[in-house]
């Protein structure tokens, strides 16, 4: 099956030294909700600007449903983008800048109002035709664009932070309208962020920049559970890291001797780093003898309690000398720990992953 | 502010702010106050002055005689002479916002997207230099160029396009082209430069091609541009008088320049402020309708 989207060996470079985007390869399936994630500045919103056709790549090939496309100019690409800022037209009306794809492609006028009214009934902003975006909130303003973008039925629909400048209640409302409607239209969204929560919670897949490289494109449990690198561990979600060195049978030395089973495809010898996410730890007193076995175990000291209302977080020190952020959740039955109790902490044997470099 | 800063103990009742709003717009008053009276003094009561004298008779040597009321002054607007002086300036006028918009708006769109701030500044300057000497030196300069040895007249001999242009139409056109075109850059300039370029990108990303982004999202968007550059150039060139008199003929009168002569050779003093309500009642019109029709596109 031809991707959706077929991105090869796309590179951006804006003058001599910066490198937006820096070999890019990636397919994107008919479709599915695909988040582009990273910092600002990784180079996530060049990548869909380019699929857009607002920027042309410096090398590479961008196909859609096989068709090249990479230096065609935007008004003639089966795409369609919700800008960040939405961008709507603010000199027309509501049911103006819905229709104004339509017009541009010389769509018949009763066909046009026909979608338009079915556009604006989708968005539920039947009532609202005749206003000016200025009169409209944010969110409003949001569907509006959604509108605008969807009408023109794109084989993909680009959005670029969307729901960036609206407030959390606002987006996390807008977060499962806009799956829903992905869902009723059953069109592939390519979907640009900077909020791994967004990213996680909306996505079929992620695909994870930093410094213009596409470092892991994964489902958003592969890319939280099995990370490839110190980058995306620390980018989605919150991490504790430990140095150590690989041994066999997938075993990690700690700094202080110890060893811990850990997932691991290191060369042994070689210098790894554990990633282990705060929610996979758990507390023990000092001489509890019920640890399953696929557990590791660690002695420690409790260095610090923070109460989150849904959850505690301690602070731990392993012998190592590191100390390890826990998180556990504030159910009936948690035991408390005071600073300075010495416990044992322990991890299943699948939670820890040896990252190399 | 201030003055509920000043109370901090006291808290903000609806009494204290509506105090507050006095207080402010009081103080508004009394910035705005020695303009008004500048404004009363030397624009408003001359004006009601000149209206005055357009009714009245003239004495001998066209002065005119408060208490001898007539309408003549305004039945004589219908003159044929005065109709074709009119008509003449409001066509010059209208002729020359028109070339100084198709020349202005490309050149401003040009300053406004380069994308060095340095290189704007400069193309700005450039515009401005021209102000930095006499108009009345510029517009002799003009005259040099369109007299019988002057460069533009030698250039259209030698290509036999045109010949001797001066105390002619084209020369009093060319002239407030060359005067009013920087009035036409500058908001243009601003109201461009403005311009929410993501907005472009939008109508680009629906299916407009280049031409269709700029007619449907751009042009309108810069309309307020275009609104206030057509004023400052229409009303000034209606009412010039330097540029018809220097480089027009006996036969290119302008409505400055009529009402100029009436006050002096003609000995027609009522005449002459006829004349010059009719052409400021013309520029409010003008701009009244600019404005409306300006404003539903905004």
């Known amino acids: 099956m031809t991707a959706a989207v077929g991105i090869r060996g796309v590179t951006k470079r804006f003058g001599d030294d910066v490198t937006a985007v820096d070999n890019v ?35 590479g090939s961008i196909q859609i449903f096989g068709e090249e496309l990479a230096l065609k100019p935007p008004n003639k690409r089966p795409v369609n983008t919700v800008f960040q800022s939405y961008a709507l037209f603010p000199h027309m009306t509501v049911e103006k800048n819905v229709a104004f794809g339509l017009e541009m492609r010389k769509v ?25 975006p200025k009169q409209l909130s944010g969110g409003q303003q949001q569907r509006v664009a959604l509108a605008r973008a969807l009408i023109n039925r794109p ?19 807008m977060q499962i309208e806009l799956k829903d409607i992905q869902a009723e239209v059953g069109i592939t969204f390519i979907y640009v962020t900077h909020d791994q929560e967004e990213a996680l919670t909306m996505s079929n897949r992620i695909g994870v920049m930093e410094a213009g490289k596409l470092l892991q494109v994964g489902t958003p449990e592969e890319i939280y559970e099995r990370p490839v690198n110190r980058f995306v561990a620390e980018f989605i979600g919150e991490t504790n890291f430990i140095d150590g060195i690989a041994t066999e049978d997938d075993r990690v030395r700690l700094a202080d001797g110890t060893e811990v089973y850990a997932i691991s495809d290191a060369p042994v010898g070689a210098d790894v780093t554990l990633t282990l996410r705060p929610e996979k730890i758990q507390i023990h007193a000092r001489d509890a003898t019920n640890i399953p076995p696929e557990r590791n175990q660690l002695p420690a000291t409790i260095t610090r309690q923070l109460y989150y209302g849904e959850s505690f977080y301690y602070e731990i020190e392993i012998p190592g000398g590191e100390l390890l952020d826990a998180r556990l959740e504030n159910i009936p039955s948690l035991r408390r720990w005071d600073v300075g109790t010495e416990v044992t902490i322990s991890f299943h044997r699948e939670a820890a992953e040896a990252l190399t470099s | 502010m201030t003055m509920l800063d000043d109370h901090p103990s006291e808290e903000a009742s609806p009494e204290l702010e509506k105090k507050a709003e006095r207080a402010e717009s009081w103080r508004g008053f009394f910035t705005a106050l020695p303009t008004y009276v500048f404004l009363i003094i030397f624009f408003v009561l001359p004006l009601i002055i000149i209206t005055v004298i357009s009714f009245t008779e ?9 208490g001898e009321w007539t309408l003549e002054w305004w039945i004589k607007l219908g003159d044929p002479l005065v109709r074709t002086v009119g008509f003449r300036s409001v066509w010059l006028a209208f002729l020359n916002t028109a070339f100084s918009l198709l020349l202005g708006y490309p050149f401003a769109y040009w300053i406004a997207t380069r994308k060095s701030a340095i290189m704007r500044n400069f193309l700005l300057v450039l515009v401005l230099i021209p102000f930095w000497s006499n108009f009345l030196v510029r517009t002799y300069a003009w005259r040099t160029l369109l007299d019988s040895n002057g460069l533009i007249t030698s250039i259209g001999e030698w290509t036999g396009l045109w010949g001797k242009m001066l105390f002619t139409e084209p020369a009093v056109f060319l002239g407030l082209l060359y005067g009013y075109l920087p009035f036409m850059v500058l908001p243009l300039y601003a109201a461009i430069e403005h311009l929410d370029w993501n907005l472009v990108e939008a109508a680009r990303d629906l299916y407009a091609g280049a031409w269709k982004a700029f007619r449907k999202v751009t042009l309108p968007l810069s309309m307020p541009g275009i609104i206030a550059g057509s004023i400052l150039v229409f009303i000034p060139s209606l009412g010039a008088y330097v540029t018809p ?11 400055g320049n009529y009402i100029v002569t009436q006050f002096k050779s003609g000995r027609n003093w009522p005449f002459g402020a006829t004349l010059s309500v009719t052409i400021l009642a013309l520029m409010m019109i003008a701009t009244i309708i600019y404005f409306r029709k300006g404003g539903k596109t905004l």
Not at chain 1, 25 to 46: A, H, M, Q, W
Not at chain 1, 111 to 119: G, K, L
Request: neutral net charge; contains cysteine.
């Open chain 1, 25 to 59: 390869s990636l397919d994107i399936v008919d479709g599915e909700f695909f988040s582009l994630l990273g910092p600002s500045g990784c180079g996530k919103t060049t990548m869909l600007r380019m699929i857009a056709g607002l920027e042309f790549p410096t090398e």
């Open chain 1, 108 to 132: 018949p006028k009763a066909e046009t109002a026909d979608r338009v009214t079915e556009a604006i009934a989708a968005v539920h902003m039947t009532g609202m035709e005749n206003r000016k």
């Open chain 1, 155 to 173: 084989k993909v629909l680009l959005l670029d932070e969307p729901l960036g400048a609206l407030d959390l209640k606002l987006r996390q409302a």
């Open chain 2, 58 to 66: 003239r004495s001998r040597t066209g002065k005119p005689v408060l």
């Open chain 2, 245 to 255: 008199d220097l480089l027009g003929g006996a036969k290119t009168t302008l409505l």
